[in-house]
């Protein structure tokens, strides 16, 4: 069974950071392009940072610079690293690892809620 559990979420203030990770169990996780989605109420899920297996990483406009992504294979876990956040940063943030159109797996979802 798959399985991508986010933890890490919570209430900060503006200007604050936090660092979330997901940890997957089930799939060989080396192999695995990884990314951290956002969706925030009344709009659709977005892309914030993506992964690859190979290391490569791509961002959203929106959090160049403040935001970080990586990854531990031997932990089987990602991580986004997120400074200087905003009120608009305020999302569900999930998890998503995917090897191919086959195996598309997602996590349940982490609140994050930053107050101005």
């Known amino acids: 069974q798959v399985q991508l559990v986010e933890s890490g979420g919570g209430l900060v203030q503006a200007g604050g950071s936090l660092r979330l990770s997901c940890t997957a169990s089930?799939?060989?996780?080396?192999?695995?392009?990884m990314a951290w989605h956002r969706q925030s109420l009344g709009k659709q899920r977005e892309l914030v940072a993506a992964?690859?297996?190979?290391?490569?990483?791509n961002y959203a406009d929106s959090v160049k610079g403040r935001f970080t992504i990586s990854r531990d294979n031997a932990k089987d876990t990602v991580y986004l690293q997120m400074s200087s956040l905003k009120p608009e940063d305020t999302a569900v943030y999930y998890c998503?690892?995917?090897?191919?159109?086959?195996?598309?797996?997602w996590g349940q979802g982490t609140q994050v809620t930053v107050s101005s």
């Open positions: 998503n690892g995917k090897f191919a159109t086959w195996s598309d797996y």
């Open positions: 089930g799939i060989d996780f080396r192999i695995y392009n």
């Open positions: 992964i690859t297996s190979g290391s490569s990483t």
